[in-house]
């Protein structure tokens, strides 16, 4: 927000009880700007896939607002199996220089971890306000050779991770006044692709029970909503879907924004930060639920 208003220099105003705004010198004009740090700075979030990718971007950007940060991640425990590997404690440094950021392992497929993770959370912060069910896998391929194993461990990450993980913040996300879940859906979750049918089944599954949650948790005060990410260059895209011949990180990226930018409306992919500015947005938005919010360029309007 930006208004231009006359108030003495390093004045903070309170307009109303979540937004603050501070005057700041720009040109020949002061600008007030709502500052999102004090909007959010009593909030606890916990994010499950947090270590790396857009749960990474998601980490940092409530950080950056001030919120105290549960990063939950399997990759903290275990090496992964997964065909593309799993985050480690390195690729989560960074979000600790931001704001206070603390990391517990979590196995979203598992009803006593996620129980742990919640407990965890509240252990060292107190409270949970915010969910954020990220966690996700993808694997493709055409079903004809597509593994059973395979099936249900998409759904199992996917689908059944974000019903456990609810289940066990419920009762503390109850006690917040004022609580939201925010799903990483997709937006493989709104139109299928060929030889994505366990991906884009999950995802769908994911959008489905936004909506039911949404209704459900409304008389508790929570609000459910989801992010439907485009096409977002994480290890999900540059080392499975879009695989290359090179282990030079910035000619993966380089390659992968020239194929992909071609596609969009807006021009680029998406970014690890637009998601973390799309899950602020829906945590804060007091009057939104049952959304699942495409942030995508343009590639997906509906
Ligand atoms: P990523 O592989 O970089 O990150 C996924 C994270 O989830 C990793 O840190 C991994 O360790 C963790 N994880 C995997 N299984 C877990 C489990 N059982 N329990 C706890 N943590 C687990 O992928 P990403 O691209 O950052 O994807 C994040 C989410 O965004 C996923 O739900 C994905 O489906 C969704 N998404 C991604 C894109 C994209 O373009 N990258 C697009 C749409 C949706």
């Given at each position: 927000?930006c208004t231009?208003?006359?108030?003495?220099a390093?004045?903070?105003?309170?307009?109303?009880?979540?937004?603050?705004?501070?005057?700041?010198?720009?040109?020949?004009?002061?600008?007030?700007?709502?500052?999102?740090?004090?909007?959010?700075?009593?909030r606890?979030?916990?994010?499950?896939?947090?270590?790396r990718?857009?749960?990474l971007?998601?980490?940092k950007?409530?950080?950056?607002?001030?919120c105290?940060?549960m990063?939950?991640d399997?990759?903290?425990?275990?090496?992964?199996?997964w065909?593309?590997?799993?985050?480690?404690?390195?690729a989560?440094?960074?979000?600790?220089?931001?704001?206070e950021v603390?990391?517990c392992g979590?196995?979203?497929?598992?009803?006593a971890?996620?129980?742990s993770?919640?407990?965890?959370?509240?252990?060292?912060f107190?409270?949970?306000?915010i969910?954020?069910n990220?966690?996700?896998?993808?694997q493709?391929?055409?079903?004809?050779?597509?593994?059973?194993a395979d099936?249900?461990?998409v759904f199992?990450v996917?689908t059944?991770g974000?019903?456990?993980?609810?289940k066990a913040?419920i009762p503390?996300?109850g006690?917040?006044?004022?609580?939201?879940?925010?799903n990483t859906a997709?937006?493989?979750?709104?139109?299928g692709?060929?030889?994505?049918?366990?991906?884009?089944?999950?995802?769908?599954?994911?959008?489905?029970?936004?909506q039911?949650?949404?209704?459900?948790?409304?008389?508790?005060?929570?609000?459910v909503?989801?992010?439907c990410p485009?096409i977002?260059?994480?290890?999900?895209?540059l080392e499975?879907?879009m695989?290359?011949n090179?282990?030079?990180?910035?000619?993966?990226?380089?390659?992968f924004?020239t194929?992909?930018?071609?596609?969009i409306?807006?021009g680029?992919p998406?970014s690890?930060?637009?998601?973390?500015?799309?899950?602020?947005?829906?945590a804060?938005?007091?009057?939104?639920?049952?959304i699942a919010l495409?942030?995508?360029?343009?590639?997906?309007?509906?």
């Amino acid at each position: 927000m930006c208004t231009y208003l006359s108030i003495p220099a390093g004045l903070v105003l309170t307009l109303y009880p979540v937004m603050i705004i501070r005057r700041e010198n720009v040109g020949n004009r002061h600008r007030y700007q709502a500052l999102g740090k004090y909007i959010m700075d009593s909030r606890v979030v916990l994010v499950t896939g947090g270590a790396r990718g857009i749960g990474l971007g998601i980490v940092k950007a409530f950080a950056r607002v001030g919120c105290k940060v549960m990063i939950a991640d399997l990759g903290l425990e275990s090496e992964g199996e997964w065909n593309y590997g799993l985050s480690n404690k390195d690729a989560m440094d960074s979000a600790g220089e931001l704001g206070e950021v603390a990391s517990c392992g979590l196995d979203v497929t598992d009803q006593a971890s996620c129980e742990s993770a919640v407990k965890a959370t509240i252990d060292r912060f107190g409270q949970l306000d915010i969910l954020i069910n990220n966690a996700g896998v993808v694997q493709s391929g055409p079903v004809i050779d597509f593994s059973e194993a395979d099936w249900d461990r998409v759904f199992a990450v996917n689908t059944k991770g974000i019903f456990l993980m609810t289940k066990a913040a419920i009762p503390a996300l109850g006690k917040s006044g004022d609580a939201a879940i925010v799903n990483t859906a997709s937006i493989a979750g709104k139109k299928g692709h060929a030889n994505m049918s366990a991906y884009c089944g999950s995802k769908f599954a994911a959008v489905g029970i936004t909506q039911s949650l949404a209704f459900e948790l409304a008389p508790m005060g929570i609000r459910v909503n989801a992010i439907c990410p485009g096409i977002v260059g994480t290890a999900m895209w540059l080392e499975h879907l879009m695989p290359m011949n090179t282990t030079d990180t910035e000619e993966k990226t380089q390659t992968f924004e020239t194929n992909v930018s071609q596609q969009i409306p807006l021009g680029r992919p998406q970014s690890v930060e637009d998601m973390g500015e799309a899950a602020v947005y829906l945590a804060t938005a007091k009057n939104v639920t049952g959304i699942a919010l495409s942030v995508s360029g343009g590639i997906e309007m509906n």
